[in-house]
């Protein structure tokens, strides 16, 4: 029955059938790439990262790559992380842009989308990759955005401030289902907000305050 059950998540969800399998293709990918760097031909586990998985089937059949070009999109890929994305682009690549028309807001406050209703104050902790959070219960989570593999740390935190996200993306519904004020779109929040600063969430009315 529990077999039946699966296969028809799977069939009618596409979506649960890749994540639910997503961290079985991930661990067999590393058992290879562990074997590539036995033999000296990666330096690390996570070199396979910047490989498409066609490159990657070559390397394991030929035990054979110039790491140059490993080292050129580890570049790649630093000098990325530093780009800002647009708030808004359509499916056509066309960037829009646009200002909060806010009259009402207090002098300083960083505007942005309520999502989640409710106001929390606490401690903002800035955290761009999830690998670095170190969360304690009743922080602030600030971040660029977010995705499914983020969902763990909703479980600490009160409340949730993001650059980019509208009202049906991943932070803002999560947040919903947990009852925390959240505001999206706040552009530069990273930025404009330190680790550590005492913030205010105002979920209702789309904006945040430094303390």
Known sequence: MAEN?????????????????????????L??????????????????????????REVISTSNL????????KEEHKFNEKLSPPRVITSDG????????????PVDALAGLPVS????????????NMEDAELENGDILVTSFTDP?????????????????????????IAREYGLPAVVGVENATKLIKDGQRIRVHGTEGYVEIL
């Open 149 to 173: 593999s983020w969902t763990p740390l909703f479980v600490s935190i009160k409340g949730l401030v993001t650059e980019i996200g509208g009202l049906m993306t991943h932070g803002a519904v």
């Open 66 to 73: 110039d790491y140059a070009m490993i080292s050129k999109r």
């Open 5 to 29: 059950s699966a296969f028809c998540l799977t069939a009618y969800n596409p979506k649960y059938g890749m994540v639910s399998r997503y961290f079985v293709y991930k661990q067999a990918l």
């Open 31 to 56: 058992k290879e790439a562990e074997q590539l760097v036995q033999k000296g031909v990666i330096h690390e586990r996570e070199d396979i990262y910047y490989l498409t998985l066609h490159e990657l």
């Open 117 to 128: 209703s409710g106001v929390i104050n606490g401690r903002a902790r800035v955290i761009l």
């Open 94 to 105: 066309e960037i829009i842009t646009g200002k909060y028309k806010r009259e009402n807001l």
